[in-house]
């Protein structure tokens, strides 16, 4: 399960990357959205495989037996906080975009410099 | 007293007067001159009762600890009161004293000038006081840098001189750095060492226990470098007549008698510790003094301003204290009758300079006051009337001791000078000492000639031709009016400090009861070798001095170097803030383009760059970190079959997003890749993530949908960079990649806590989580948790503050071990919000319809959108559905 979860995580970020690099505010938008699947996956690796194991609420099994609730605890706070900056980020491209008429990134760096 | 508190009373007793006097009303100007004198005159009184009293042999009994401080960071209210500290500190505060009643002088009755003037002039004195009585680096590093900043407060005295101000700014730049640089050599001193205070340091060279080491050179050269941006040495001497825009008090103070030998200071408390451990001490020192003492004298004789002249000279003087100090590594064991290892007349060279550099610039600006400060306009000055006579006497008398003159204590100090040149000379029998003794020599005639000059121009029967729109030495007021004793004071103080040059130089008991008791080489005065005029003998150092005589005044009487050389190093500082400035500003444009995409590619690029170069070493260790086979459990391949699916849900859904072109279908690909990442979690035994990511991911999807209603169909454009982002994606992919294995196969460390040994950091909470004793847990089996343990009271005291008391390990961490965290997760949430909620809000959301009405007019008149967050109605692609869109996000739109 390791390396899969390793493999989710090259391929999210590779894919990520190259739409940051587009030229579409948009794109570059769900581009940080994805990423953010991919740091979340990253974090959950380290709980190493799941298999045969059991939620980490105690009383489901013995504590050897439970998975490690730490990278969870890590994530849950990740996730909520990726929506805020995710509702944020949404607005600002409808601002963007009633503001300056264009979403391309290379009119709104010229609309920037000048 | 104690002479904890006679040194601590006496280094704050000016700032104290002078913060006084701040409370005081401005009216009040006789009070607050009497209280500014007070000041300085308690702290020689101070220091004086220390000198009598305790004596000034302090040398190795590890300083006066007052009190701890900062203990970790070295820094503590420790004193060094000894002989060299005391002898600073009386010259400091003494000519203080002097010079607190000529800026009374000076400024006249202005008080709005004596108001501000003072404190400024007062905390100076405390900064140059806590510097030179300093034993702790750190101490005496945070003094340094106080006479830095008041020196900058007092150069840029006339805030409304954008000159002055530049060259208030040139000082600081340059004398700041030094102390940085001096903050990193004393620091690496004392890692060096591991002493922190100049007495121990002195303590440990004396044992012997003062090992040499690339530390201790690499220290040693960062402080000197910062001594000599101090203290004006070539090529960092530009900003000390630059500094000359100050008012002349402050450069009498400042820089000629105090601050700048702030540096001469620092490498005489050096030279006993550190001069026979280094070699490079004299080959450093000689040669940087030796040029900087010819060159400040040259340019000295170029200048027609009286302020310049001097200042150069100052430079100049300075050079030759730092050869004293270069000259002084040199051994001269067994030569003759003389038994002193190193020779050296510190306190006569320092004191000398003092005695006629302060009396010089306090003379210029008293002439400046009366008639000008160009030497072209003061032709026959003594002629004009008696003030005018008085002051050229006594500025002559300076000028004579600049020339060092026999009859003076100028004299002396310059043939002791000499003689440590030739002595050097004898010692080595180096060629190189035979250039220092024509520096010296050159030196000498350079202010001998200009003494001439001095004179001729002042004494001249000429007269300047009258120039009706001449005004004297601008300050903003006027001294034709002032009565009384006030005036007198613009020339008595320079009188009283250059009378005691004539006094030591002409009466032998005299000079011995001044130098002899804080000199370093006592010896000469014991034997009475201390060449007057009356006992000098006939050698090569008197010769060197009637040959710089004779030469100087031909070169005084000569046509040669008359203002044809400008210093080059005037361009130094504006073009290196022309460079700063220039070149920074383009560094930031390219930085800061603007382009979005060019900053994630420089992220991107660095951590590809950063990566590559921490593996560079032990690329073939690479694949050994991962343990083949581990984090994929191929014997488990039922267990594993969902997670292979989901795997390939993600993979296919990230990969497609960029080939996908329809804005809708993107954000749905982004939806199902968030479900599968749900599943994903809930492989993970993480049924707490798996929900909240769920509903999450079925609000951000209506979200972005909303969004996109509100956004422009627009038809894609032609894709580009294609190869590039490709290959950077997918280097930055594997990373990741690969950055992921490596953190999640192998061992975890091993967590110990309270005694306890915890195989990772999970399990430290799993154990904790319930009520911190994990026992009864750990010893049922299989699972089945008896109620009655679960729910058993602690027994001890201690168990009442271990634990959360609850069962899902999630939740416990997020609400009690980590209950911050969350604070700080919903405090963002909270704050997004907020900005949201403002982003969105109706352009006139907070305006009254007055404004209202008042904005649409001037918007209709400039025609222009202006620049607030302000959204304006979109005039185009209105459609029905983004009204509902509006309704939703935006609830203001109704009110």
């Known amino acids: ?114 | 007293m104690n002479p904890i508190w006679l040194v601590t009373l006496a280094v704050f007793a000016p700032v104290a007067s002078g913060a006084i006097g701040l409370c005081m009303p401005r009216s009040w100007v006789g009070t607050r001159v009497a209280l500014s004198v007070l000041g300085p005159v308690a702290a020689v009184l101070l220091l004086a009762e220390l000198a009598i009293t305790h004596g000034v042999d302090h040398t190795g009994a590890g300083g006066v600890l007052a009190a701890e401080w900062m203990p970790e960071l070295k820094l503590n209210w420790q004193w060094h009161p000894d002989r060299f500290g005391v002898f600073f500190a009386l010259l400091v505060s003494g000519i203080g004293v002097l010079i607190t009643l000529y800026a009374r002088a000076y400024f006249g009755p202005d008080r709005d000038s004596l108001y501000r003037f003072y404190p400024s002039l007062l905390l100076f004195m405390t900064a140059m006081l806590g510097v030179v009585l300093a034993d702790s680096f750190m101490l005496l590093l945070l003094f340094w840098e106080m006479t830095s900043i008041s020196s900058f407060l007092l150069i840029g005295w006339e805030r409304d001189d954008p000159a002055a101000v530049k060259k208030a700014m040139q000082a600081f730049i340059v004398t700041g750095a030094g102390g940085l640089v001096l903050m990193g050599g004393l620091i690496l001193i004392g890692v060096h060492t591991d002493v922190w205070s100049f007495s121990a340091l002195a303590g440990l060279a004396a044992d012997g226990r003062l090992s040499p080491g690339p530390l201790l050179t690499t220290g040693f050269l960062m402080v000197f470098a910062g001594a000599a941006a101090k203290s004006a040495q070539f090529p960092l001497h530009f900003w000390l007549p630059g500094a000359m825009a100050a008012p002349t008090p402050v450069s009498a103070y400042l820089h000629s008698a105090t601050m700048v030998k702030a540096g001469v200071y620092l490498v005489g408390r050096l030279w006993p510790i550190l001069a026979a451990v280094l070699p490079v001490w004299p080959s450093l020192i000689v040669p940087l003094g030796a040029v900087t003492m010819v060159y400040g004298a040259f340019i000295a004789l170029q200048k027609t301003d009286l302020k310049q002249i001097f200042a150069y000279t100052t430079i100049s003087q300075l050079g030759l204290l730092m050869a004293m100090y270069g000259l002084a590594a040199f051994q001269y064991g067994g030569h003759g009758e003389h038994t002193q290892p190193n020779m050296i007349w510190e306190v006569a060279q320092i004191l000398n300079h003092a005695l006629y550099k302060a009396p010089l610039f306090i003379l210029a600006g008293a002439i400046g006051h009366i008639a000008s400060r160009e030497l072209p306009k003061l032709k026959g000055l003594f002629y004009r009337d008696g003030t005018s006579r008085i002051m050229t006497v006594v500025v002559l008398a300076a000028a004579y001791c600049l020339a060092a003159g026999p009859l003076t204590v100028s004299f002396t100090a310059k043939e002791f000078f000499f003689y440590q040149i030739w002595h050097a000379y004898e010692a080595t029998h180096q060629p190189v000492m035979g250039l220092l003794i024509l520096a010296g020599v050159l030196t000498g005639m350079f202010n001998v000639a200009i003494f001439i000059r001095l004179a001729r121009t002042l004494l001249s029967r000429q007269q300047p031709e009258a120039d009706p729109h001449e005004h004297h030495d601008a300050h903003g007021h006027d001294h034709e009016h002032e009565k009384g004793i006030w005036p007198a004071f613009l020339w008595i103080p320079g009188a009283v400090i250059v009378s005691v040059q004539f006094i030591g130089g002409i009466i032998p008991g005299a000079y011995e009861a001044m130098f002899g008791w804080l000199e370093a080489s006592p010896y000469y005065f014991e034997a009475g070798h201390f060449p007057l005029l009356w006992n000098v003998h006939p050698g090569v150092p008197l010769y060197m001095s009637l040959c710089a005589i004779g030469l100087g005044v031909g070169l005084g009487f000569a046509p040669l170097m008359r203002g044809k050389y400008n210093d080059p190093f005037d361009h130094a500082y504006p073009s290196f803030y022309l460079l700063a400035t220039k070149g920074g500003g383009r560094v930031f444009r390219i930085l800061q383009g603007g382009h979005v995409t060019g900053y994630i590619a420089f992220v991107a690029i660095a951590l590809v760059g950063f990566f590559a170069w921490s593996i560079r070493f032990d690329f073939a260790s690479l694949p050994g970190q991962w343990p083949g086979g581990a984090g994929l459990e191929l014997d488990q391949l039922g267990e594993l079959l969902p997670g292979i699916l989901l795997t390939f849900m993600v993979c296919l859904t990230a990969l497609l997003m960029p080939f996908v072109r329809d804005r809708a279908s993107r954000v749905l690909i982004l939806g199902a890749c968030g479900f599968s990442v749900t599943g994903v979690y809930y492989q993970y035994r993480a049924p707490d993530l798996a929900l909240t990511q769920i509903s999450i991911e079925i609000v951000s999807l209506i979200l972005f949908l909303l969004v996109l209603s509100m956004l422009p169909k627009q038809a894609p454009g032609p894709r580009l960079w294609v190869v590039p982002r490709v290959v950077l994606g997918a280097a930055v992919g594997l990373i990741m990649f690969w950055l992921t294995l490596t953190s999640s196969v192998g061992p975890q460390p091993t967590i110990h806590y309270l005694g306890r040994q915890y195989a990772n950091l999970g399990e430290f909470f799993l154990r904790n989580s319930h009520h911190g004793e994990d026992s009864a847990l750990a010893a049922t089996d299989h699972g089945t948790l008896e109620h009655s343990e679960l729910e058993r009271r602690p027994t001890t005291k201690t168990r009442l503050y271990h634990g959360g008391g609850g069962k899902n390990v999630v939740n416990v961490i997020l609400v009690d071990f980590r209950g911050f965290d969350t604070l700080g997760e919903i405090t963002v949430l909270g704050i997004a919000a907020m900005g949201v909620w403002t982003l969105v809000r109706r352009r006139h959301g907070f305006k009254s319809p007055r404004e209202r009405v008042m904005d649409e007019e001037q918007a209709a008149e400039t025609g222009s959108r202006g620049l607030s967050l302000d959204i304006p109605e979109p005039t185009g692609g209105h459609d029905p559905e983004d009204d509902v869109v509006n309704r939703m996000i935006r609830p203001s739109t109704e009110s």
């Open chain 1, 1 to 114: 399960m390791t390396l899969l979860t390793c493999i989710m995580v090259g391929v999210i970020f590779a894919a990520a990357t190259y739409m940051m690099l587009g030229r579409e505010l948009k794109g570059v938008c769900m581009g940080v959205f994805l990423m953010g699947h991919g740091a979340n996956l990253a974090i959950i690796a380290t709980s190493r495989s799941p298999i045969g194991r059991e939620p980490p609420v105690l009383g489901l099994a013995r504590i050897s037996e439970l998975a490690d609730p730490l990278p969870q605890a890590l994530i849950l706070t990740a996730i909520v906080i990726g929506f805020a900056v995710q509702a944020f980020l949404l607005t600002l491209l409808v601002i963007t975009w009633r503001r300056s008429r264009t979403l391309q990134l290379a009119e709104l760096a010229v609309e920037e410099g000048a």
